[in-house]
């Protein structure tokens, strides 16, 4: 196993987490051991944060020990990657469906650093006192017209060191150029926080961009 960033790894063209649950699976991937110790494969196609590994990002602003605040964890396939990564840490998996929710809940069950918060993001003060200490990072992937201001808003409520926006266009707006919707988003993100990098996430996701910011 190539390790890529703390708890990251890629054997063979795959991208791994090591499994903080050896012998369960969460959404039917594909496990592997070597030397003694379980990997789960980690598909960019169903998992942005994979894909934008997969096309160069620079650096993890994740590895055990973190606190992440997790907007849009729908059911939990990068949020279980991420608590394969946090280990020791904590996962505040926010999700406003309810349905959503039911199969966070089965995952928190199984892994004790996931914690899933039934709510919008759009209003983090009704959601702040689960989230204990101020978080490492605030990850975000939400289709919403306003994805960018529900995550200026968490960023600024919750100051974290770190925070990856996953911008879908089309969300945005879907009659303007996927280009000309990724250079709004820097600006307006870019009055607030530094941007580290910006990465494209095509193929696995058309019309996506990770960002990676920071508050210097």
């Known amino acids: 196993m190539q390790q890529l960033f703390p708890g990251v790894y890629r054997h063979e063209g795959r991208l791994y987490t090591r499994n903080l649950h ?10 592997r051991s070597v030397d003694g110790v379980e990997y789960r494969s980690w598909n960019p196609y169903k998992s942005k944060l994979a894909a934008a590994i997969s096309n160069g990002l620079k650096k993890m602003p994740l590895t055990d020990g973190s606190r992440v605040l997790y907007l849009g ?3 939990g396939t990068t949020v279980s990657h991420v608590s ?23 995952l928190s069950r199984q892994r004790d650093n996931v914690v899933p918060v039934l709510a919008d993001a759009r209003h983090p003060r009704r959601y702040e006192h689960y989230v ?11 289709s919403q017209q306003d994805q960018v201001d529900i995550f200026l808003k968490n960023m600024a409520f919750f100051s974290p060191s770190w925070g990856l926006l996953m911008v879908k ?22 009055e607030s926080y530094r941007i580290r990098q910006q990465v494209s996430l095509s193929p696995f996701s058309k019309d996506h ?8």
């Open 169 to 190: 266009a089309r969300s945005i707006d879907v009659a303007a150029r996927p280009g000309e919707v990724f250079k709004a988003v820097t600006r307006s993100v870019g």
């Open 22 to 31: 050896p012998g369960m699976v969460v959404y039917g991937e594909r496990l």
């Open 73 to 75: 964890a729908a059911t």
């Open 209 to 216: 961009v990770a960002l990676l910011v920071t508050g210097d």
């Open 132 to 142: 204990t200490g101020t978080p490492g990072l605030v990850y975000q992937d939400i």
């Open 84 to 106: 394969d990564i946090v280990t020791s840490g904590v996962v505040y998996a926010v999700e406003k469906s309810e349905r959503a929710m039911r199969k966070l809940v089965v």
